[in-house]
């Protein structure tokens, strides 16, 4: 079956991959037409053609092709479809309800945290991400590693701090200057090298959800599929910002065999992949998706008291 799933992944034209797709089908299942239709099958990976954890999930179950990971998970197509060509306007945001998905790094790498405003009369959600890196070496890393961190960086995409080591004072400050402009309902976070930051912004009020990258109930799994349903709904404005958009097209996803999957780097021996924007966008995604935002406002405050 192996050489059949490298066929599919080169995503032959679809007469080639229907042939194909029936050649695996009444391979793997001789039962075929009577504990599974093999319409339903074939249906399926035609489908799953453009949507890779959904062709590794059939490829897995009922054609016994393991696989470890998937190829891109979101494709530029299908990002870009979501919103992107509407830019974001933050004056608009101001005073706005949001979340908070914390994705700390390495001290060399790139940490990201991202803001999620919830959808309005059925508009679409919105992503505001922030990124940091060192400053130290930035132009040697942009050359070594081919990718613009140095012009990403003059252009107010990425935040450089101080130094060879990323500097979390520096993203603390970031996080409390938006929340005097956002109101931030809850700061979602991956525990990993998070427990000094999360400890200081707990002392300044905020609410802190722990998010694990795992399948776990309560672990970043439920999180990534309704990403993934709200870009396909084009409910998702993300402005095209052009690191967040890199990040998508390294991010790769794993499943567990029962229709939970989570964000991965494709090859993590090539270090320069980086995901953390993504892994943040779905963290403060599901937790605004969660606690879903109505309008609070006191009657008292909007029209006063009255005296009868």
Same mark, same amino acid.
């Given at each position: 079956?192996?050489?059949?799933?490298?066929?599919? *992944?080169?995503?032959?034209?679809?007469?080639?991959?229907?042939?194909? $797709?029936?050649?695996?089908? %009444?391979?793997?299942n001789? *039962? $075929?037409?009577?504990?599974?239709?093999?319409?339903?099958?074939?249906?399926?990976l035609?489908?799953?053609?453009?949507?890779?954890?959904?062709?590794?999930?059939?490829?897995?179950?009922?054609?016994n092709? /393991?696989?470890?990971?998937?190829?891109? /998970?979101?494709?530029?197509?299908r990002?870009?479809?979501?919103?992107?060509?509407?830019? $974001?306007?933050i004056?608009?945001?101001?005073?706005?309800?949001a979340? $908070?998905?914390?994705?700390?790094?390495?001290?060399?790498?790139?940490?990201?945290?991202?803001?999620?405003?919830?959808?309005?009369?059925?508009?679409?959600?919105?992503?505001?991400?922030? %990124?940091?890196?060192?400053?130290?070496?930035?132009?040697?890393?942009?050359?070594?590693?081919?990718?613009?961190?140095?012009? /990403?960086?003059?252009?107010?995409?990425?935040?450089?701090?101080?130094?060879?080591?990323?500097? %979390?004072?520096?993203?603390?400050?970031s996080?409390?200057?938006?929340?005097?402009y956002f109101?931030i309902?809850?700061?979602?976070?991956?525990? /990993?090298?998070?427990?000094?930051?999360?400890?200081?912004?707990?002392?300044?009020g905020?609410?802190?959800?722990?998010?694990?990258?795992?399948?776990?109930?309560?672990?970043?799994?439920?999180?990534?599929?309704?990403?993934?349903?709200?870009?396909?709904?084009?409910?998702?404005?993300?402005?095209?910002?052009?690191?967040?958009?890199?990040?998508?097209?390294?991010?790769?996803?794993?499943?567990?065999?029962?229709? *939970?999957y989570?964000p991965?780097?494709?090859?993590?021996?090539r270090?320069?992949?980086?995901?953390?924007?993504?892994?943040?966008?779905?963290?403060?995604?599901?937790?605004?998706?969660? *606690?879903?935002?109505?309008?609070?406002t006191?009657?008292?405050?909007?029209?006063?008291?009255?005296t009868?």
């Open positions: 079956m192996s050489e059949y799933k490298e066929k599919l *992944n080169k995503n032959e034209d679809v007469s080639k991959q229907e042939e194909l $797709i029936n050649k695996i089908i %009444f391979q793997a001789p *039962n $075929i037409n009577v504990s599974v239709k093999d319409s339903y099958l074939k249906s399926r035609l489908e799953g053609l453009d949507k890779p954890i959904q062709r590794t999930d059939i490829l897995t179950k009922n054609l092709v /393991w696989t470890q990971a998937s190829e891109v /998970w979101i494709s530029s197509d990002w870009l479809k979501s919103y992107s060509h509407q830019n $974001i306007n004056n608009e945001l101001k005073g706005r309800k979340c $908070i998905g914390l994705d700390l790094a390495t001290t060399r790498d790139i940490a990201a945290y991202v803001l999620c405003f919830d959808s309005i009369d059925n508009g679409p959600y919105i992503l505001l991400p922030r %990124f940091f890196m060192p400053q130290e070496n930035i132009r040697q890393r942009s050359k070594e590693d081919r990718v613009p961190y140095e012009l /990403w960086a003059s252009q107010g995409l990425i935040t450089l701090t101080s130094g060879d080591i990323i500097d %979390f004072d520096v993203i603390e400050s996080i409390l200057n938006d929340a005097a109101e309902i809850e700061i979602a976070y991956d525990p /990993w090298k998070a427990i000094e930051i999360v400890t200081h912004l707990e002392s300044e905020f609410k802190m959800e722990q998010v694990r990258q795992s399948f776990a109930v309560g672990g970043l799994s439920e999180g990534t599929s309704l990403f993934e349903k709200t870009i396909d709904e084009r409910k998702l404005l993300h402005g095209n910002n052009a690191v967040l958009n890199w990040m998508i097209s390294c991010c790769e996803v794993k499943t567990d065999g029962r229709d *939970n989570l991965v780097k494709p090859d993590r021996r270090s320069y992949k980086r995901i953390d924007g993504v892994v943040a966008s779905i963290m403060a995604l599901h937790r605004v998706i969660k *606690n879903h935002f109505e309008d609070t006191s009657i008292y405050e909007s029209e006063g008291v009255f009868l």
